[in-house]
């Protein structure tokens, strides 16, 4: 018996001899592996890394070639001589108004369509339907959007090209962010909360309205600032819904044009009458567009933060 | 004979999906008892629970068969308003769970949300539950703070403080202690010995020396059946199952 385990490790030890043996001979694949371990991190890192760097190339040139051009008054004039002078305050209120106007349309549907898709729906066919619905809105292209809201808010509902009808057509290309936004908010809310509720006797309305929405809160309002940041800066949607080339006045109802800020870009980029001289301008209006967008998104971060912590 | 008992399920079927998760349950709830049901893991005690305050209703693709009579009413009737049933029912449950709200307004959401607008009542209400639960006096100074940052112990009274608010007539309690440490677990167990001077209590637990220390009934549940059921002395000397006998023995479960 005794012998018999003096042979197994007499034979194991062989073995361990013999590996270590071996490993000094392949030395060099050892450091074969860790290079190729160390050029895959490298990929990895580098790829990460783009992101970032892509955002700061991006920002760093609008601010080289777009900070002469803010000024005060850059920012509370209107254009002048043809837009290749003045301002841009009636684009910055027209993308504030057509944003605004996106989200107040958008937000009560899109959390109301996410109570019903993950707090009441069961599966079934119609389920199956809306998700549908939902997911092919989220991959129609925003021209699309445009031309649809084009034929319908503006010539169908008679609208024109006003606030309200760039506001719809924006409103809806939002509605799939906020929903899948509202509905991952709701899905974190823990089912101990519901049943909690229920059992002390609430309706499920009582229950959704004062214990999951309130929980569920922090996420929806981040994920509709981020969708309020994404309308605020397309150009496709509005551009035959709302926004229009050039107005001299200030919008004074919901029923006029207005001009906005991505537009005002496109148009001076491609369209002005002196492109090479409007560059500034140009570059002007871009950062200031970029400045709001990141405003919008670092409110979400600041606000989900400080809801979190609470 | 049915005015004896408080609680009444006969023939009681249960399914999740085409899974028969309790078979042919029968047992009555004497007022004022505390009943314990024991058995193995997915012995169907837990499903059996929540057959009571119909929280079964919210997992779909389940179905129960047999009748639930609580004051000569079928709990099951198509006609019965389960709002009213959960309101009378109260329930605890394994995790606490407090909302993630102050304490005092834990307390006071089955009120508000059963339509009680008088602050002052409210605030009676709060208070009285709160002593009948033993938390008053470690909460009273900060009963607006949040909920999320008291001990598990204390989370666990303050979701029966809770449960107790609405004045319910039967307290379902599904292993309340099982996420506790021995301290807290005694706390509600001393608790569940007050309780009963006012409340039916059904309890679920997997700790034995538990069920023979707050029940006054105990019954056993095995594979979707009940077993046996008999006084809780009674069950742990002298069981009358080989079944019931193997289990509190230790042997399997």
Redesign the interface.
């Given at each position: 018996m005794n012998e018999a385990i003096i042979d197994t490790l007499k034979l194991e030890y062989t073995n361990i001899k013999s590996v270590n043996e071996k490993v000094l001979l392949f030395k060099d694949s050892g450091k074969r592996r860790r290079t190729i371990e160390q050029l895959f991190f490298m990929m990895f890192k580098v790829a990460a890394m783009i992101n970032g760097l892509a955002l700061i190339v991006i920002v760093s040139y609008l601010v080289i070639n777009g900070y002469q051009s803010i000024s005060f008054e850059f920012l509370i004039e209107a254009p002048k001589e043809s837009m290749t002078k003045g301002g841009i305050f009636p684009c910055i209120l027209g993308t504030l108004y057509l944003s605004c106007g996106a989200i107040i349309f958008a937000l009560p549907i899109g959390i109301a369509s996410a109570i019903y898709i993950n707090e009441y729906a069961?599966?079934s066919r119609f389920l199956n339907f809306i998700r549908l619905g939902i997911n092919t809105l989220a991959g129609v292209p925003s021209i699309v959007f445009g031309l649809f809201g084009l034929a319908f808010f503006c010539i169908v509902l008679k609208m024109g090209v006003s606030i309200i009808a760039g506001s719809l057509t924006l409103g809806i290309m939002s509605l799939p962010v906020i929903i899948s936004a509202t509905e991952e908010a709701l899905k974190s809310v823990?089912d101990?909360?519901?049943?909690?509720?229920?059992?002390?006797?609430?309706?499920k309305w009582?229950t959704i309205y004062?214990?999951v929405l309130?929980?569920a809160l922090p996420g929806i309002l981040t994920g509709t600032i981020l969708a309020l940041s994404r309308a605020a800066g397309e150009t496709a949607p509005i551009m035959f819904t709302g926004a229009v080339f050039f107005t001299q006045t200030l919008p004074t109802s919901i029923f006029d044009e207005v001009m906005a800020l991505p537009y005002h870009i496109y148009v001076l980029a491609t369209a002005g009458i002196n492109i090479e001289l409007t560059r500034p301008l140009q570059y002007g209006s871009a950062l200031v567009l970029l400045i709001m967008v990141l405003g919008m998104n670092l409110v979400a971060i600041i606000y989900r933060s400080k809801l979190r912590r609470? | 004979m049915n005015d004896f008992f408080k609680l009444t399920a006969s023939d009681v079927d249960f399914y999740y999906g085409d899974f028969k998760a309790l078979k042919n349950v029968s047992l009555n709830f004497i007022e004022k008892e505390v009943m314990a049901l024991i058995g193995p893991s997915g012995c169907g005690k837990s499903t059996f629970l929540r057959c009571i305050?119909r929280?079964n209703d919210?997992i779909?693709g389940t179905r129960v068969d047999g009748s639930i009579v609580l004051d000569n009413v079928d709990i099951y009737n198509d006609r019965i308003d389960v709002?009213?049933l959960?309101?009378k029912v109260?329930?605890v449950?394994q995790?606490p769970?407090?909302?993630?709200k102050s304490i005092f307004e834990n307390v006071a959401?089955?009120l508000?949300?059963?339509g009680i607008r008088d602050k002052n009542a409210i605030a009676g209400m709060v208070e009285k539950s709160l002593i009948q639960a033993a938390l008053f006096d470690e909460v009273k100074d900060r009963l607006k703070d949040?909920a999320l940052g008291l001990s598990g112990g204390q989370q666990q009274r303050l979701?029966i403080a809770?449960?107790l608010a609405?004045e319910p007539e039967i307290l379902l309690m599904d292993e309340p202690a099982s996420a506790l440490d021995p301290i807290a677990t005694q706390k509600i167990e001393e608790l569940i010995h007050q309780l009963k001077k006012d409340y039916t209590i059904i309890i679920v637990t997997h700790n034995m020396q538990q069920a023979a220390r707050v029940s006054d009934k105990t019954a056993f549940f095995y594979m979707g059946e009940l077993v046996e059921v008999n006084k809780t002395d009674t069950l742990f000397t002298k069981p009358e199952k080989i079944q019931t006998e193997e289990y509190i023995t230790g042997r399997f479960g």
């Amino acid at each position: 018996m005794n012998e018999a385990i003096i042979d197994t490790l007499k034979l194991e030890y062989t073995n361990i001899k013999s590996v270590n043996e071996k490993v000094l001979l392949f030395k060099d694949s050892g450091k074969r592996r860790r290079t190729i371990e160390q050029l895959f991190f490298m990929m990895f890192k580098v790829a990460a890394m783009i992101n970032g760097l892509a955002l700061i190339v991006i920002v760093s040139y609008l601010v080289i070639n777009g900070y002469q051009s803010i000024s005060f008054e850059f920012l509370i004039e209107a254009p002048k001589e043809s837009m290749t002078k003045g301002g841009i305050f009636p684009c910055i209120l027209g993308t504030l108004y057509l944003s605004c106007g996106a989200i107040i349309f958008a937000l009560p549907i899109g959390i109301a369509s996410a109570i019903y898709i993950n707090e009441y729906a069961v599966q079934s066919r119609f389920l199956n339907f809306i998700r549908l619905g939902i997911n092919t809105l989220a991959g129609v292209p925003s021209i699309v959007f445009g031309l649809f809201g084009l034929a319908f808010f503006c010539i169908v509902l008679k609208m024109g090209v006003s606030i309200i009808a760039g506001s719809l057509t924006l409103g809806i290309m939002s509605l799939p962010v906020i929903i899948s936004a509202t509905e991952e908010a709701l899905k974190s809310v823990p089912d101990t909360y519901r049943e909690a509720s229920l059992g002390l006797g609430a309706t499920k309305w009582q229950t959704i309205y004062k214990v999951v929405l309130p929980t569920a809160l922090p996420g929806i309002l981040t994920g509709t600032i981020l969708a309020l940041s994404r309308a605020a800066g397309e150009t496709a949607p509005i551009m035959f819904t709302g926004a229009v080339f050039f107005t001299q006045t200030l919008p004074t109802s919901i029923f006029d044009e207005v001009m906005a800020l991505p537009y005002h870009i496109y148009v001076l980029a491609t369209a002005g009458i002196n492109i090479e001289l409007t560059r500034p301008l140009q570059y002007g209006s871009a950062l200031v567009l970029l400045i709001m967008v990141l405003g919008m998104n670092l409110v979400a971060i600041i606000y989900r933060s400080k809801l979190r912590r609470k | 004979m049915n005015d004896f008992f408080k609680l009444t399920a006969s023939d009681v079927d249960f399914y999740y999906g085409d899974f028969k998760a309790l078979k042919n349950v029968s047992l009555n709830f004497i007022e004022k008892e505390v009943m314990a049901l024991i058995g193995p893991s997915g012995c169907g005690k837990s499903t059996f629970l929540r057959c009571i305050n119909r929280m079964n209703d919210l997992i779909s693709g389940t179905r129960v068969d047999g009748s639930i009579v609580l004051d000569n009413v079928d709990i099951y009737n198509d006609r019965i308003d389960v709002v009213n049933l959960r309101k009378k029912v109260g329930m605890v449950f394994q995790k606490p769970n407090p909302f993630p709200k102050s304490i005092f307004e834990n307390v006071a959401y089955g009120l508000r949300v059963n339509g009680i607008r008088d602050k002052n009542a409210i605030a009676g209400m709060v208070e009285k539950s709160l002593i009948q639960a033993a938390l008053f006096d470690e909460v009273k100074d900060r009963l607006k703070d949040s909920a999320l940052g008291l001990s598990g112990g204390q989370q666990q009274r303050l979701c029966i403080a809770r449960a107790l608010a609405v004045e319910p007539e039967i307290l379902l309690m599904d292993e309340p202690a099982s996420a506790l440490d021995p301290i807290a677990t005694q706390k509600i167990e001393e608790l569940i010995h007050q309780l009963k001077k006012d409340y039916t209590i059904i309890i679920v637990t997997h700790n034995m020396q538990q069920a023979a220390r707050v029940s006054d009934k105990t019954a056993f549940f095995y594979m979707g059946e009940l077993v046996e059921v008999n006084k809780t002395d009674t069950l742990f000397t002298k069981p009358e199952k080989i079944q019931t006998e193997e289990y509190i023995t230790g042997r399997f479960g």
